[in-house]
């Protein structure tokens, strides 16, 4: 099977690209570091030439209110690029609630991003992750002075990004879902309590303040992170997965 993964030069994008190859697929990986440019279409017919499916997991530059626009014009470009290459089966990667969160931006343009593809010419896959355990870092980051973090309490239960990959993997070499599949990590916590418990392990002496109007996360109502009844768990614990990091 021949897959072009959009996005292929990034965290989870490269990951996928190596595990596919692994497993003997033709595999082309495409961004903007190799000539392809979403937003204007330039490179994208190359990229899909001869493809049976298409993964798309590239992302906006920012998460504020551009990127409903950035969504919107790369989802339309590569959908028509793929109906004219033949692409089989579009696949992309969401946010497990994503459509519960209109409060965001960036939660806003995803949907939109899920809306466009349903609407599409080819038979689609949806795979919504949670929370990457490899963003934990930066999520604290936005909201320390440097002594306290402060974080909601936000119900989440996290996966690795490896995690993701082989879903994604899974997806991607299977008939189209022309649906969504959730994956998650495999324990729920509180968004500060998860700092806690990484800062104790990273042996960080900054001390997590809870406050439910901290960072991004605030702005989340209830548990609509946390993936429902169905979704697919992942074995990788958090604990586990900070200890082999370090």
Do not use: C
């Not at 292929?8 to 990951?15: A, E």
């Not at 946010?95 to 609407?119: H, N, W």
């Not at 495999?186 to 809870?210: H, M, W």
């Amino acid at each position: 099977m021949k897959i072009t993964v959009i996005g292929g030069t990034g965290l989870i994008g490269s990951q996928l690209v190596a595990r596919l190859r692994e497993a003997g697929h033709e595999v082309v990986a495409s961004s903007l570091s190799t000539g392809l440019d979403l937003l204007t279409g330039a490179g994208l017919d190359e990229a899909l030439d001869g493809a049976d499916t298409v993964v798309n997991v590239s992302n906006s530059p920012t998460f504020d209110e551009a990127s409903p626009a950035f969504f919107r014009t790369t989802m339309e470009n590569l959908l028509a690029a793929g109906e004219r290459a033949g692409v089989t089966h579009q696949v992309i990667l969401s946010i497990v609630g994503v459509d519960q969160v209109p409060q965001l931006d960036y939660y806003r343009a995803k949907t939109l991003q899920e809306e466009l593809l349903r609407g599409g010419p080819t038979p689609y896959s949806i795979v919504r992750a949670t929370q990457f355990y490899e963003f934990m870092d930066a999520v604290m980051s936005w909201t320390s002075d440097g002594e306290t973090v402060r974080l909601p309490a936000t119900p989440v239960q996290p996966i690795a990004s490896a995690d993701v990959v082989a879903a994604l993997a899974d997806v991607a070499t299977a008939p189209p879902l022309n649906g969504t599949l959730d994956v998650a990590g495999p324990d729920a916590f509180s968004l500060d309590d998860l700092g806690r418990l990484t800062l104790e392990r990273q042996k960080d002496p900054r001390t997590v303040v809870t406050d439910d109007k901290a960072g991004m996360f605030a702005a989340v109502e209830g548990d609509v992170l946390v993936p429902r009844p169905g979704a697919r768990l992942a074995a990788t614990r958090y604990e586990d997965w900070l200890s082999a990091s370090r």
